[in-house]
T-cell receptor, first 113, second 115 residues
Framework: EAGVTQFPSHSVIEKGQTVTLRCDPI?????LYWYRRVMGKEIKFLLH????????ESGMPNNRFLAERTGGTYSTLKVQPAELEDSGVYFCASSLQGEGGYTFGSGTRLTVV | AQKITQTQPGMFVQEKEAVTLDCTYDTSDPSYGLFWYKQPSSGEMIFLIYQGSYDQQNATEGRYSLNFQKARKSANLVISASQLGDSAMYFC????????????FGTGTRLLVSP
């Protein structure tokens, strides 16, 4: 079974530009999560989808971040416009409904210069 | 509010020795789960071990065991017989049963295994 796939693995953009990160969860996993790790700090929750619905978006830092999961399959996280403090590693994870295990992707390293 | 504390930014251990990575947590929820993840230099997050708050036994998975002390709110990871491939970042995380299943992570511990 394919794991959680994230694209791109690295992205370097200038302040003010737009970047879109993509996450393909494990097929059949209803739950999809986005997390972010800023250098040297803890990994922080951003939001949680159940199928195509946002279950919890309490961790989204501000309205420059927009997450979608059309059709309940893959998800995108758009940052527009990007700021320097948005730099970090963005992780996606998925899990089955009602199951405890989470499978993480390898992350997207975003650098805003 | 949930909080995970990992007080060791870095740990060193010699190959074949055991090492304990510390994790303390804070929660008001009587039902919760504790996780440990490994992040090697390649970047992926690898699930290692899980402990439920009502589990009577400490969790074990191969060379990994979780020293769960509920009264002290600690969930230390013990790696026995360290291998060079164990060098990585290790994250402790918690999920409350009544939350929306999100994980709360600590800041991580970087483990270096030397020959």
């Amino acid at each position: 079974e394919a794991g959680v796939t994230q694209f791109p693995s690295h992205s370097v953009i200038e302040k003010g530009q737009t970047v879109t990160l993509r996450c393909d969860p494990i097929s059949g996993h209803d739950n999809l999560y986005w997390y972010r790790r800023v250098m040297g700090k803890e990994i922080k929750f951003l939001l949680h989808f159940v199928k195509e619905s946002k279950q919890d978006e309490s961790g989204m830092p501000n309205n420059r971040f927009l997450a979608e999961r059309t059709g309940g399959t893959y998800s995108t996280l758009k940052v527009q416009p990007a700021e320097l403090e948005d730099s970090g590693v963005y992780f996606c994870a998925s899990s089955l409904q009602g199951e405890g295990g989470y499978t993480f992707g390898s992350g997207t390293r975003l650098t805003v210069v | 509010a949930q909080k995970i504390t990992q007080t060791q930014p870095g740990m060193f251990v010699q190959e074949k020795e055991a090492v304990t990575l510390d994790c303390t947590y804070d929660t008001s929820d009587p039902s919760y789960g504790l996780f440990w993840y490994k992040q090697p230099s390649s970047g992926e997050m690898i699930f290692l071990i899980y402990q439920g708050s009502y589990d009577q036994q400490n969790a074990t998975e191969g060379r990994y065991s979780l020293n769960f002390q509920k009264a002290r709110k600690s969930a230390n990871l013990v790696i026995s017989a360290s291998q060079l491939g164990d060098s990585a970042m290790y994250f402790c995380a918690m999920r409350e049963a009544w939350g929306f299943q999100k994980l709360v992570f600590g800041t991580g511990t970087r483990l270096l295994v030397s020959p």
